[in-house]
T-cell receptor, first 116, second 114 residues
């Protein structure tokens, strides 16, 4: 069965610190997709990144980077030099249908507080 | 703005009343999803449509819940005889239907059942 675990409920950092949000997933499929979404206080989920199970290459986008490791079933998200605007709830999600776009299972989220 | 839109944004109702929410997906997207999110939790899948066909329903979707997408464009989610436990944020998302496609979310409808 699908499962996504975000063990960190809340993280608090001071601006400019680096922070890593952990995500561990469970799936029996060999083809699956992983996602990260950001939910700021306004409430709307914002897509950040998608990864398929065949692409373990790490990705960097500005201050954001993602580390996908199939061996440990983890898809961790690092924010470098955090800013107050990064304060939000971050969700990791898994979709395992071969054709994708099927139901997506979300973790419980990690609330990040970035203090000035 | 060509993102996913949802109406109303907020709904307050009394227990036992019926409510209906609307979702307008991104225009070229043929898949549409409904999720429910309660405080402190991630979104939970309710149902999804491929064009006008409803292809899967979660067991979370009791008989009081019904969703439609009559012309494969906008969708409605109706809750009959609302209960206090229905209070939540109802999220709609749409996607293009390509393999591993990304779901883009609307702002949600917050339902409060008194």
């Amino acid at each position: 069965a699908q499962k996504v675990t975000q063990a960190q409920t809340e993280i608090s950092v001071v601006e400019k610190e680096d922070v890593t949000l952990d995500c561990v997933y469970e799936t029996r499929d060999t083809t699956y997709y992983l996602f990260w979404y950001k939910q700021p206080p306004s409430g709307e989920l914002v897509f950040l990144i998608r990864r398929n199970s065949f692409d373990e290459q790490n990705e960097i986008s500005g201050r954001y980077s993602w580390n996908f490791q199939k061996s440990t079933s983890s898809f961790n998200f690092t924010i470098t030099a955090s800013q107050v605007v990064d304060s939000a709830v971050y969700f990791c999600a898994l979709s395992e249908a071969p054709t994708g776009g099927f139901k997506t299972i979300f973790g419980a989220g990690t609330r990040l507080f970035v203090k000035a | 703005d060509t993102g996913v839109s949802q109406n109303p944004r907020h709904k307050i109702t009394k227990r036992g009343q019926n409510v209906t929410f609307r979702c307008d997906p991104i225009s070229e997207h043929n898949r549409l999803y409904w999720y429910r999110q309660t405080l402190g939790q991630g979104p939970e899948f309710l149902t999804y449509f491929q064009n006008e066909a409803q292809l899967e329903k979660s067991r979370l979707l009791s008989d009081r819940f019904s969703a439609e997408r009559p012309k494969g464009s906008f969708s409605t989610l109706e809750i009959q005889r609302t209960e206090q436990g229905d209070s939540a944020m109802y999220l709609c998302a749409s996607s293009s239907g390509t393999p591993g496609d990304t779901q883009y979310f609307g702002p949600g409808t917050r339902l409060t059942v008194l």
